[in-house]
């Protein structure tokens, strides 16, 4: 963009900034958002890495400048939350990402929880939307199938003598 648009786009906001000023709530709203990119461009002034820093890199993610490449962002959140998943029995491995879709396979579950599967899918889904706002969905397949309750005939358990 050139000087030339740069006026051009100041001259437009300001005008829309003169009709916003009746509406409140929309005047805080772009004090608000004035705010973050202003502390972003000092930030960035300061010095700051881009990928650690979670201000700068939203922003720059908003805009498709984000310096960390979609798969590298995703591993990077898995491997965030598998010493939790750990911690709880469990693990995710990242299987592929494909047109706006992250496959992952959730391994083991959370003995204590009762809803241990929705539990740990829950919480990848929220760590890779963190950081990879862009995609469309999660998809989590089970790393094993349940075990599923198995009837036995009292008939059989009494030939066997238990």
Not at 29 to 36: D, K, Q, R, Y
């Amino acid at each position: 963009m050139n000087d030339a648009e740069v006026r051009e786009r100041v001259a437009r906001l300001e005008g829309l900034l003169e009709k916003v000023r009746e509406d409140a709530a929309a005047v805080e709203a772009v004090a608000a958002l004035s705010e973050l990119y202003g502390e972003a461009l000092a930030r960035l002034i300061r010095g700051v890495d881009p990928e650690q820093d979670e201000l700068v890199s939203h922003l720059l993610l908003l805009h498709g400048l984000c310096p960390a490449p979609l798969e590298e962002r995703v591993a990077a959140a898995l491997d965030g939350v598998r010493p939790y998943l750990r911690s709880h029995g469990g693990g995710v491995e990242l299987l592929g990402i494909a047109e706006g879709i992250v496959r992952v396979r959730l391994e083991g579950s959370c003995k204590s929880c009762t809803a241990s599967a929705a539990t740990l899918q829950t919480i990848v889904e929220n760590a890779v939307r963190d950081a990879a706002p862009e995609i469309e969905r999660v998809d989590a397949e089970s790393g094993a199938p349940e075990e599923r309750p198995r009837l036995v005939q009292v008939a059989r358990l009494e030939r066997n003598g238990t």
